[in-house]
């Protein structure tokens, strides 16, 4: 690339910057951002949920998971958007729900979508865009999340977290998607809730949601700020977490603290993520004792990511292998049937055999 045009490139970036945007010392190769502009999620920055969480519920003396989870079909990038679908308790359709021992469920009523950063990160400002579901029963939500359990003494969980959640409560208690839930966490029991007003959200239009996270320094008192729309609403001061987390964005089922789900389907869009990191000196790193449970892990060798393994998977592989100019791979984890983290040829023997099996 020319000089001259990486030049104006940059200054150009610089200038497409928001107003309000925070301004840091960070770096701008620090900066995390993705506005979901291609065709799929990139699988090297996210991993796409497949799990049930959110209790359980008694149904004619049976226990039963009360949602039917989070599954990889809810979840897809279309307009330039990160679409995560939800179906209520209105919904007959095909999809069925996961469990929480992995097993799917008879329907596919209260089944959401979530996705996760790969990378973690700590002290930042994360600012979200998106268009919440426009309806109760269910949560649109943006989290960091932490998770370690410690059998040294007991157990001892550590749970850091800082949440965005709607809908929040009203001055009367009612549901509200006039209100967020900002929560911050430090353990399961180690926490504290607001519920924020922060205007309508759910008048079909885009908002921005922004949380800047002080871990500590000698020039900043840890606490986390909420910000709507550019807004500072509250500002959190207890249990601030300080161990990095991955980002998640989701659309889930809560068992009693949304509302009911009385609609067939709806979805939270995503406009554009961006995690500006502060580097705080409070910031500690993770040690999550479960990073790899939970996840999609596609269909084995659909490098190319549309969903099936086939001829041109070998065929997209291959010209991988041999450099063909211009070839990449969507989903390059797929290919890897002889699981080494490299691609080579072995991969290819791999994906051959499982065609013609
Ligand atoms: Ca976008
Ligand atoms: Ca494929
Ligand atoms: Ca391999």
Known sequence: MHREMAAALTAGAMLLLPAGAPVTGAAQEDVFFEDFSGSTLDPDKW??????????VTENGVSADYNGGVIHENVAVRDGMLVLTGYGNEYEGALRGICRNGTRREDGRRCGGAVATRAYF????????????????????????????????????????IDIEFPG?????????????CTTWVTEEDYRTRSVACGDQADGQFHTYRFDWHTGSDTEVPRVEYYFDGELLYTADAYIPTNA????????????????????????????LRITPFHESGDTPQNESYPDDGWYTGVPGDVNADGVCSVLDAVQLQKQLVRVPGTSLADWRAGDLYPDGVLDVRDLCCLRRRLIG
């Open 47 to 56: 991993l796409i949920a497949e799990k049930n969480w959110g209790g359980t």
């Open 245 to 272: 987390g991955r980002l998640w964005l989701g659309l889930w089922f809560p068992r009693y603290w949304a509302g009911t789900p009385d609609f067939e389907r709806t979805v939270f869009e995503v406009d554009y």
């Open 169 to 181: 409560r009203d001055a009367g208690d009612a549901f509200s998607l006039s209100h967020a839930l």
């Open 122 to 161: 700590a002290s930042g400002s994360y600012e979200i865009r998106a268009r919440i579901a426009p309806e109760l029963g269910c949560c649109s939500a943006m989290w960091t999340f932490e998770y370690e359990e410690d059998y040294t003494d007991g157990l001892r969980v550590t749970n850091h977290e």
